[in-house]
């Protein structure tokens, strides 16, 4: 299509233009809004009930704070079934550092079924097939895990996810983990670097969109040189802050680990602690 015919169809009310909703339809969209829980009751008070499906979130946070844990947690966490109150999903669990394992994945399904068997007994007392489908093989199969070792290999998957989805309906969750990890080891072009990621942040805001899913960044720090002194901030700076709807900051305060919702537009800024179990 030459540019006169692409302007031409603009001006007709075609293409890119069409498909308004009015501030009614969002609002009772964000009312109707379906969350995934992270398993901690203090951490989904503050984001609301949990992940939120139809944005991308960020999670950031120093090594072994439990951004890979919490990525796990949710991979699992999205397959509860809607007879239990939740989404009865599947996951896409894109690992970039190897970090993801299997044993633990396996472990927190076991942690998430023995804990729906304590607490929802009542619920699946009618519905027979449920039990069945508790079986920490059963979740370890609802999980769609890429390994990818170069930022090439990133940004083919990520564009092969279009085809993917549309095979895979039931896919809840996409978890990239780290989204930055080979951008920062390979890439020496820092202009290209913000064009390839911030359309790959396009792409993954329209899955997220699309098909009614979630999707969770976990990201690196790094060091920032303000007034005089380092402070620790999220990889890739303010500029890709723009490439999520929330921003989750993971910390030490002494001994304990605690979250921070740093960016929100329906979320206010708030802080909790959190732990990390043998169990989940």
Request: hydrophobic letters at 40%; a negative charge; glycine letters at 8%.
């Amino acid at each position: 299509m030459s540019e006169t015919s692409r302007f031409r169809s603009l001006e007709d009310g075609h293409g890119a233009l069409k498909g308004a909703q009015t501030a009614w339809d969002m609002l009772s969209e964000e009312q109707m809004q379906k969350h995934i829980t992270t398993g901690c009751e203090e951490l989904d008070a503050i984001l609301g009930g949990g992940i939120h499906c139809k944005e991308v979130t960020e999670v950031g946070g120093v090594p072994g704070i439990g951004k890979t844990q919490l990525g796990i947690q949710l991979a699992v966490n999205v397959q509860i079934p809607v007879e239990c109150g939740g989404l009865g999903g599947k996951a896409v669990y894109i690992d970039t550092e190897g970090s993801f394992m299997v044993e633990r994945a396996h472990q927190i399904a076991e942690g998430c079924i023995s804990d729906l068997l304590d607490n929802t007994a009542h619920r699946l007392k009618d519905f027979p097939a449920c039990p069945e489908r508790l079986q920490p093989n059963s979740f370890l199969a609802n999980i769609f895990y890429f390994r990818i070792c170069s930022y090439t290999e990133q940004i083919a998957t990520i564009n092969y996810l279009e085809k993917f989805l549309e095979e895979q309906k039931d896919v809840k969750i996409i978890v990239v983990d780290s989204i930055t990890f080979h951008f920062r080891q390979d890439f020496d072009d820092l202009a290209l670097r913000t064009r390839v990621l911030g359309g790959m942040s396009l792409k993954l805001m329209r899955f997220a969109k699309k098909y009614s899913l979630a999707v969770v960044l976990l990201n690196q720090v790094t060091t920032k040189f303000v007034e005089g002194s380092f402070h620790l901030t999220l990889a890739l700076g303010d500029t890709w802050s723009h490439a999520c709807t929330n921003r989750i900051i993971l910390y030490w305060n002494g001994n304990d680990r605690h979250a921070y919702i740093d960016k929100s537009p329906s979320l206010r800024s708030a802080t909790t602690p959190f732990l990390i179990t043998g169990k989940v």
